[in-house]
Every structure is written in C-alpha cells, then in structure tokens.
C-alpha cells in the first residue's frame, strides 16, 4: 500500500549552504505561522549554541502540509563532527534535498550527506541554493553535481535528478534560471511529483525503526521514528528488537503516541505507514531499536553509526580555587551529565577509568565535544578537561593505525605557502593545489587527524581570517610519526594570590599574557604564552618594596599591553599534553597537570 498524502524528506548539505533558511521559508509559505505572527531567523536552530553559531547541531523534525499532502522535513547539520546525525535520519526519509551553495559549489560535507544518501538508493532533488549572490555561477554548480554524483556512482535514476533554482534568503524557487521568480512552490511541486510516497503492508505486523532520540525532563526518553508496516496505537502491546542485538527482546507498551505539525508535536491515537511518529513512555529505549508486533518480531537492518575519532579526559576540578563557582563539581555530578549526553547523541561514547575523578569521552571532532562542554559550562558544571587525543588502532599484524582526514582549503595566493608549510611540519601531503584564477588557490591535503588538532585557530591567523578549512575523515593508515603541537612555552605563575599590574609589568616582557590586573592565580597556573619554546615561572602576583624614596602610586605610570582572552575553543586549541583547562561557568583558567614545580620537573626528567 501507498500513502500518496504523505512525503518524508530530508534536507542535507554542506555546513552554510542555507539549509535551515531553506527550511524556514518551507514553514512560512505553507501557511504555519499566522500572516502577523513574530518569526525568528532559523527557527529550527532551537538551541542556544546553535543560533550564537549559525550551525544547527542536532537533526529537527517538522511537517508541512502543501494541496492536502504531509511533508514530513528533516533538517540535518552540515557539520562533519555531527554525521552521525545525519546518518541515522536518512533511514526515515524516502527521498532527500541536496542544497548546494551557488557560488561555492560542490564541498567535502556535500560529497559525505549524498554518499549516505545513495547508498541507501534515495532519489535526490538537487537545489542550488544563494542564487542571488552577485558572484553565483549556477551553471558551472550544475556541472560539479552531475560529476560529484558519477563519482559516487549513482544509478541511472539518481543521476537524472531534477534540478531546482532558489534563493532561500528572498523566499523564491524556480525550475528554469530564466523563470520569474515568485515564492516556494516550484520547490513544493518538485517534491510531491519526483520524492515517493512511502510504502509498507498495513495487514502485517507492526514495525517501527527508531531513528532519533529526544529527551524530555518529565517524559524521559521519546523515541522518533518511521512506521514501516501495520499501525501503531496508544495503550497497544509490542517487542522491542534490535537488528545488531539479537539477544534482544523485551515487551513494551505505548503510552503516548505524536506527530508533528509545524514547529510542535501533536497528540495522536493511531498511525499507519509512512507517517513519521515520537512515542514516549518507553524508558531504555535507544536508537536502532524496532518496536513490532509480538507475532512476528523482526528488527529492521540498522546501520551502525561511524565511531569516534577523537577523545578527552573530563576530570573532576581540584584546582587550589575549585567549587568557588559551579553549581556541580563532584564526580556523581559530572558521571550522571555525561552519561545523560548519551540519551540523545549517538556518536559519543563515555568510558569510566581506573579512577572514579576521570572519564574518556570520544567523539567525532574537536567542535563535537567542545559543544558539550560549553552546554555543561552553561548548565553550571565545573570540571577540568585534557588536550584532545586521537583513537588508535591496529592492524592484523598490530601495526597502530591513525585516523586520517581530507582536508580541503580554500585560501588567498599570497598565504598558501605558509598553509603549505605549516601543514607540512604537521606531516600533511599535498595532493592537489588549483587556483582559481581570482587571486584565491583551493589545496587539498591528507592529513593525520592529529595534526589538525589545536590548528584551526593558528590557520585564522595565518589567513588574516578569511581562510576557508574543512575536513572529512578518509581512513585508517599507518601511524605518520611524532608531530610538535606547540613551539612557544607556557608562562606560568610561581605564588597564589592576586595579579598586580607590577608583576605583570615585568612578566609582559617575557611573551603574551591570558590575565589582567586583579585576577586570582595559583602556582601552577598558566598565565601567559612564552615567545621560546621552554616555560617560564614568573611571579605575577609580585608587589614594589616601597621606600623612603618609592611610592605605591608610581605604579600607576606603569602600561600594561591589553591581555589576550581566549575563547573556549582557543583554550582547547591552545594547551599541550601536560596540561589541563578548568571549566567553570564564569572562567576558563588553563594549568599544569602538576602544580607543585619540583614534582613537574621530576616527571618531565622521567619521561625525557
């Protein structure tokens, strides 16, 4: 059977090619909001990271309804650390849209979202989106597609996609770049007639694949996804299988069943095939999971989600000024918020160590994890985190094996050398290099995934800002050797107590310092960033011995070059293996590992 009032699809992309606006305008001219009703731009960026950013985060579920069908939209992040995101909620869709920036053209994210997307064999709508750019070349994007998908291989069908024109920002679509644009409709057409209705057999059993976990302070977990056969009810007795756990089997029972309708989840007492559905009531519930009829339990193949790359200690802060500002601060605190993050985000994993003070968790990038700790920074949590690692692996004749990413930059003529040259020394390979003939060269390298640690911000520097760097991982390969992730030392304060502007008056001469005047340290803590390569103790807390002939106020003639204040992801990009960075809602304060300077010395004797 069809549901012909029913379509699912997902929008997917490169990071800032319009998605999300895309989405809102889809929400606006099917007639969601009420004609004087107040909308935010993004409207499916909910969360607060997410708008401060301009990135969405977590895939979001909304419908629309256009000549009486359901459009049943997923909006998925563009960001490679977020894949798995995007990975899991193709299982829910029947067809995608591949939104393309019209002057940037195909990107790494867009090669990795249309690979997933035909490997499951979906149909694909392509819209070249920003067309109203001044620099757009919409033609040439044309052409970048159509060789993007015979390098993926795509089927006949898949290659002979439609191909939409659109301007998210100005609300229009067109089928033809010469048409008079209007408002959306185009786009909707294009949906309705190219993306199938979905099927299933409405006599068999139930079966419903879980894609996407939400979380709900009073409900507790809600598990959303696709009903693929039969109906499901509220109150109705059914089997949760798994397809990667056979062992799997445990009866459960709907309590409360919900669709969605625009922005909100509507309360249901039935669904059948194709509609996209949130049950919740079901306490372990996990993604992957099959909830089916109790006479014919068959889980629906899953894939398994790509594992991490990339992990970090969370340390419970024992800092000489620890709990002075975070609301939690004991280990049961950090434990239960970290393993909480599982409930919703399928691609990190938590391990607790041979400590109760420490827990590995590995994720899929630095901005991956770097997310959840601003989240716990903003919930009140104070802990301590360590410089970013990457998971090895070995081969069958136990040779380690690193991750590997691809990473395509987009620079000025006159900065490629240096990107060239710093990459180098992080043992990159160029493997291509073309310049555009615009003043701007595109370099693609492979390089180690940890090499790319701590990089980002130094590439900013380097480009004057308007570098262009993404990444996507390739593969495994055989471990590339020992790179030096930092070559200035750290500035580190010898006493505990308050900064004074004499202290630091001397101390400035030594490199760039990270405090002002009136800030509280502590021995151990890094202060500054030195111009050599070893650390310095500096004693920044350091007051004049006044005399007969010397008075306190003659500090007042002293300058003090402004402090360096870095963010979140600075502080992460910045400290070395033997350092940590304390976390609390108020402060990012870096340190040694080792406080005391006698036993960091020791330790670092050991290990030379």
Do not use: W
């Amino acid at each position: 059977m069809k549901r012909e009032d029913i379509r699912n699809i997902a929008i997917i992309a490169h990071v800032d090619h319009g998605k999300t606006t895309l989405v809102d305008e889809l929400l606006k001219q099917s007639g969601v909001f009420r004609a004087n009703q107040e909308v935010a731009e993004r409207v499916m960026d909910s969360g607060d990271i997410e708008r401060e950013r301009g990135i969405t985060i977590l895939s979001k579920n909304t419908a629309v309804t256009y000549k009486d069908i359901k459009i049943n939209i997923i909006d998925t992040p563009g960001h490679a650390d977020f894949g798995g995101e995007v990975e899991r909620v193709l299982k829910m869709v029947n067809g995608v849209i591949l939104v393309v920036d019209a002057f940037e053209g195909s990107m790494p994210q867009t090669k990795f979202v249309l690979r997933k997307a035909l490997e499951l064999s979906l149909p694909v709508i392509v819209c070249i989106n920003k067309i109203d750019r001044p620099e757009a070349r919409p033609t040439e994007v044309i052409d970048e597609v159509l060789e993007l998908l015979m390098d993926l291989e795509a089927s006949d069908e898949q290659l002979d996609c439609p191909f939409v024109f659109a301007s998210a920002k100005d609300g229009y679509a067109i089928n033809n770049l010469e048409d008079e644009p209007k408002d959306m409709m185009p786009l909707f057409e294009t949906i309705v007639k190219y993306i199938p209705a979905p099927e299933g057999d409405l006599d068999s059993g139930t079966q419903v694949l879980i894609s996407t976990i939400d979380y709900n302070e009073y409900v507790g977990r809600i598990g959303v996804g696709k009903v693929d056969n039969g109906t499901i009810k509220i109150n109705q007795e059914m089997v949760m299988v798994n397809h990667h756990e056979p062992d799997k089997c445990k009866k459960v029972k709907i309590s409360k069943l919900y669709e969605f309708d625009g922005l909100s989840k509507v309360d249901i007492t039935e669904a059948s095939i194709g509609s996209i559905v949130a049950i919740s009531g079901i306490a372990d519930i996990h993604i992957g999971d099959t909830l089916c009829s109790p006479e014919n339990p068959t889980p629906i193949p899953f894939q398994k989600i790509s594992e991490p790359t990339i992990a970090m200690h969370f340390l419970v802060n024992d800092s000489p000024l620890a709990g002075k500002e975070g609301k939690y601060v004991t280990s049961r605190h950090l434990r239960d918020r970290l393993f909480r993050e599982l409930n919703t985000d399928v691609s990190l994993r938590v391990e607790e160590t041979d400590t109760t003070e420490c827990f590995k968790v590995s994720g899929r990038g630095e901005l991956h994890l770097s997310v959840l700790i601003e989240n716990m920074r903003r919930e009140g949590y104070e802990f301590a985190v360590s410089k970013a690692e990457v998971l090895y692996q070995t081969d069958d004749k136990g040779k380690r094996l690193e991750p590997m990413e691809r990473a395509y930059i987009d620079v000025d003529d006159e900065y490629s050398g240096n990107v060239i040259q710093k990459l180098g020394e992080r043992k990159g390979e160029l493997l291509n290099m073309n310049s555009n003939g615009s003043g701007s060269t595109r370099l693609e390298f492979l390089i180690p995934a940890r090499g790319l640690i701590g990089y980002r911000g130094e590439f900013m520097t380097d480009t004057k800002g308007t570098g262009v760097l993404n990444t996507i991982f390739e593969d495994y390969a055989p471990f590339k050797g020992e790179i030096q992730y930092r070559k200035q030392g750290s500035l580190i304060a010898f006493e505990a107590g308050e900064a004074i502007t004499y202290g630091l008056f001397n101390a400035q001469e030594r490199g760039t310092l990270f405090i002002g005047p009136g800030d509280k340290v502590y021995a151990g803590m890094v202060v500054g960033q030195n111009g050599k390569a070893e650390d310095i103790e500096l004693n920044v807390c350091k007051t004049k011995k006044l005399t007969n002939t010397r008075s306190s106020s003659a500090d007042e003639a002293l300058k003090l070059t402004p402090p360096r204040i870095l963010s979140l992801e600075q502080c992460l990009e910045f400290i070395d293996t033997d350092e940590l960075l304390e976390i609390t809602p108020k402060s990012l304060r870096i340190r040694k590992k080792i406080l005391d300077p006698t036993l960091r010395k020791r330790a670092s004797m050991n290990k030379k």
